[in-house]
């Protein structure tokens, strides 16, 4: 179907932008999308508010993080001294007294800078919040568009030095969660729900970080020839299965963090006790 190559004389000249600009094909419509694209952006603004809001009360509340043995995973490893006594955990008070704030507030700017400049995460908050674009064939509402080339979106690219950091993190969690094998008085042998909420949430979290990009560009971004690199070969093809599952393993790890903490700021704060299982 022939549509021509000059824009449509109602368009005013400062709507002449995008799709409207000289030279594109003379449709008058914004776009020709028929089903309800505005649905999955809207949803995933929705569904990251949430988690904003939820995550900020949390990280600020300084209180109910701890129910032996388990702590929640946004307070872990816990770098201040006015954190509570964890029996056997990652209880470092590395920023001594001076620090007064909560000390989630500490540790939480590595997970977060790893999820924020996440390349899913930038197109899941570029579109459900920016509008930039809101969809796919829908022309975005900015005037004009520079990527990521400008403050503050060029600091995106320190997205594999956040992988470095988020590294460590996992495995302070993971340690964590075999502590949740231990009762409340520290000794082993012991499993509650709150250990399978915690291995869960693991398991989850190093699905996430491995499906990184950054991790699979590690693996075999660089290699010029696989037949010479087969381990690495071997580990780039089993962290591409996981990429492939990129955006599941997002929302998944970010749901399961937040229900430890909740489920563990429900058992600190006395609503229920934790089912053990033996």
């Not at 930038?122 to 509402?141: D, H, I, M, T």
């Not at 988020?166 to 520290?186: M, S």
């Not at 491995?210 to 580990?235: D, E, N, Q, T």
Request: hydrophobic share 45%; proline share 6%.
């Amino acid at each position: 179907m022939a549509t021509g190559t000059t824009p449509t004389p109602s368009a005013t000249p400062t709507a002449r932008r995008g799709v409207l600009t000289p030279g594109r094909a003379a449709i008058s419509a914004r776009h020709l999308r028929t089903d309800r694209w505005w649905l999955p952006p809207l949803v995933t603004a929705l569904g990251l508010a949430a988690f904003i809001g939820y995550s900020t009360w949390r990280a600020f509340a300084n209180s109910h993080y701890y129910a032996a043995p388990y702590v929640s995973p946004f307070y872990s490893p816990c770098l201040a001294t006015n954190c509570a006594d964890m029996k056997g955990g990652a209880d470092w008070a590395l920023f001594g007294d001076w620090w007064g704030l909560s000390p989630a507030l500490l540790v939480l700017i590595f997970p977060l800078g790893f999820r924020l400049t996440c390349y899913y995460y930038r197109k899941a908050y570029y579109r459900g919040f920016w509008a930039s674009p809101p969809a796919c064939a829908v022309a975005e509402p900015h005037a004009k568009y520079t990527g990521e080339t400008r403050l503050p979106l060029i600091l995106q690219n320190v997205h594999r030095y956040f992988f470095y950091l988020a590294l460590p993190v996992a495995g302070i969690l993971t340690y964590d969660a075999v502590l949740g094998f231990r009762d409340e008085h520290g000794r082993w042998g012991h499993m509650g729900l709150g250990t399978l909420v915690l291995l869960v949430n693991i398991i989850l979290i190093w699905a996430y970080t491995l499906s990184c990009h950054s991790c699979r560009h590690i693996m075999g971004g660089k290699l010029r020839h696989f037949s010479a690199h087969p381990v690495r070969y071997r580990l780039w093809g089993w962290v591409g299965v996981l990429n492939g599952r990129h955006m599941l393993l997002a929302w998944s790890s970010l749901v399961s963090v937040g229900l430890a903490d909740l489920y563990i700021y429900l058992v600190s704060s006395g609503a229920f006790d934790d089912p053990r299982f033996f």
